[in-house]
Structure formats: structure tokens, C-alpha cells
């Protein structure tokens, strides 16, 4: 090839490698898929609960507990947060070959303030979240941190001053809803299960009103207040539009739940927590204006039937998921 053909020969090689880097250059980047809202919103719920379990001592940041309620609270919610974690299908990692970050470097983590902020996160997207079985899983998981939460609390309290009362009207404190109040003054819930609501409370009023019977002093005392709040319940609910009054004069109650202190305290736990799992069954596809009141009226129920048992964390019964159906 002569001296001129190869001068060619480059200047074509070079006209073509300037071209490719041209094209490589004004080629927009890729379009990479990216992760939609209820996506997004589970990874966000996700992020939560894995704070919280870093935060028990439990995760891959352990920090122990530092108070009496700290404690309570971090040996309620290991187990639960990992049960809570599993159902949202564990934390986020971006690449398969790398293992879920501590939510935070070795400081020492607030359990007691990151089960909170858990709580109102779960809360506030369960009211917008578009995907109804995503709204039911951040409803309950919102719920069982409010529980967990009061819980620890209660038997901090209990073990120390007990100045809170066994008996009390209890709701979710938290300005993710809309009220805090555990009947509606409007609901879109079917006004025949409304009236079976009323019914429940009806029964367990009257229920109250045999343990009473059949006690004295401070312990009939609470059953009367007790009493009071079920049928003041009824009441409310019964007057809500369309709703039938179905409520009955007497109704029964088996007699060997009534023979002791220690059998009345049993009937009475078994009435709060049959309450407690009505309701937070309802939360699976409530509608966003329903799940405030039926929240509170979970978390009234299940923090009455805990009130009412020893003040420990291994006697606290409410599941990590309230309302879920076991798949055991």
C-alpha cells in the first residue's frame, strides 16, 4: 500500500472513531426502571421497622435499653419487628452480593422515639396508601407499635408509682389521625355491622354489670366502670344513621367465669381482647375515613385486656400484626 492510501486509511479511521464518540455522546443515558409509590411506601415502612429493631439491641446496630421502659418496649418489639419486617419482605438492597446497613452508626438509638415516629409513619401512609393490602399492613403495624408503646409505659408506671387507673377509655395519641375518639360520628361501614358492634359492646356492658354483681370493693368498682364505657359505646353506635338497635335486655354468660377473682379477670381480658381482634379485623379494606375510629377502638380494647393482666413483657399478648390471619 502506498504512503498516500495509508494517510487515507487513518484519516477514515479517525473520521469513524470521532463519529462513534459523537454518537456515544449524544446518546441520551438509559432509562432505568424505577420503583412506583407502593414501593416506595414499603421501603419506606420497611426503613422504619428496621430502625426499630437495630434500636432493640436485636438488629445490626445493638444498643441496650437503658430504662425500665426502654427495656419493656425492646423485649416486645425484637420479636415483633422481625415478624413485621418479614410481612413487608425485609429491608431494601439495592444489589443481591450486599447485606442491610445499621440504620445509623454506632450511636446509641431513642427505641422509645423511633417506635413512635414507626407508629405515625405506618399510621400517616396507611391513610393514603392506594394499595389496599399495603394500607392494612402499615394500619396494623402502626397499631402494635402504639401498643407496644403504651404497654411499656404502663408497666413502668406500674412497677413504680401506679398512678394510672386499670380501668380507662385508652386511644391512640397521635396527630397522624384525624380523631381520637373509638366510635364515628359518620362511617360508610355496613349499618348491619355497626349494630353488631353495638351488640358486642351491649354484651360485655352487661357482662361487667355480673362480674360487678358478683365482686366488692375496688374490684367491683372497676368492672362498674368498665360497664359504663361498653355501653356508652353501644349507645353512640346505635344512634349512627341507618343503624338498627338490636340490643338486648339480658344475655348470657357462662357461670364458671364469674367464680373468683382470678375467673372474672379472665372473662373480662377474653371479652377486651374478642373486641380488640372484631375490630382490628376491620382494618383490611376500611376505608381511609374509617381507619382512625377503628384504630382507636382496637387499641381501647386491646389496652384494656392488657391493663387488666400482670404488668410484664412476656404477659403482653397483642400479635405483631393485629387483625392478620395467622399463616401457620
Not at 1 to 15: E, H, K
Not at 33 to 61: I, K
Not at 85 to 99: C, I, K, M, R
Not at 200 to 216: I, K
Request: charged residues 20%; contains cysteine; aromatic residues 6%.
Amino acid at each position: 500500500m502506498t504512503a498516500p492510501l495509508l494517510r487515507a486509511s487513518a484519516v477514515a479511521v479517525a473520521v469513524l472513531s470521532l463519529a462513534a464518540c459523537s454518537w456515544r455522546v449524544e446518546t441520551p443515558p438509559p432509562e432505568w426502571p424505577s420503583p412506583g409509590p407502593v414501593t416506595q411506601m414499603r421501603d419506606a415502612a420497611a426503613e422504619r421497622e428496621q430502625a426499630v429493631l437495630d434500636a432493640t439491641g436485636h438488629g445490626a446496630g445493638a444498643a441496650g435499653a437503658t430504662t425500665a421502659q426502654a427495656s419493656v418496649l425492646s423485649e416486645i418489639e425484637a420479636g415483633a419487628t422481625q415478624e413485621r419486617l418479614d410481612a413487608l419482605g425485609g429491608l431494601y438492597v439495592p444489589y443481591p452480593d450486599q447485606s442491610p446497613s445499621p440504620s445509623s452508626s454506632g450511636e446509641p438509638r431513642d427505641l422509645i422515639a423511633l417506635a413512635m415516629s414507626a407508629r405515625d409513619g405506618h399510621l400517616a401512609d396507611a391513610r393514603v396508601a392506594e394499595d389496599p393490602d399495603l394500607a392494612f399492613l402499615l394500619s396494623s403495624a402502626g397499631l402494635s407499635h402504639a401498643l407496644s408503646s403504651w404497654y411499656a409505659g404502663w408497666v413502668a408506671d406500674a412497677i413504680t408509682e401506679s398512678t394510672q387507673p386499670i380501668v380507662a377509655e385508652r386511644t391512640i395519641r397521635s396527630d397522624e389521625l384525624a380523631t381520637d375518639q373509638p366510635a364515628p360520628a359518620t362511617t360508610s361501614v355496613d349499618p348491619d355491622v355497626v349494630a353488631e358492634l353495638a351488640v358486642m359492646h351491649d354484651q360485655a356492658g352487661y357482662a361487667y354489670e355480673v362480674l360487678a354483681a358478683r365482686s366488692a370493693d375496688a374490684e367491683r368498682d372497676q368492672w362498674i366502670a368498665r360497664r359504663d364505657i361498653h355501653r356508652d359505646r353501644a349507645a353512640a353506635l346505635t344512634q349512627l344513621p341507618g343503624v338498627e338497635d338490636r340490643r338486648d335486655a339480658v344475655y348470657s354468660l357462662p357461670g364458671d367465669g364469674t367464680a373468683g377473682s382470678a375467673a372474672r379477670a379472665a372473662t373480662a381480658v377474653d371479652l377486651e381482647t374478642h373486641a380488640a381482634q372484631t375490630y382490628a379485623g376491620m382494618l383490611d379494606g376500611a376505608a381511609a375515613a374509617d381507619l382512625p375510629w377503628l384504630l382507636n377502638a382496637a387499641f381501647d380494647a386491646y389496652a384494656q385486656a392488657a391493663a387488666f393482666g400482670e404488668p410484664t413483657a412476656e404477659s403482653f399478648a397483642v400479635p405483631a400484626l393485629p387483625g392478620a390471619v395467622p399463616t401457620d
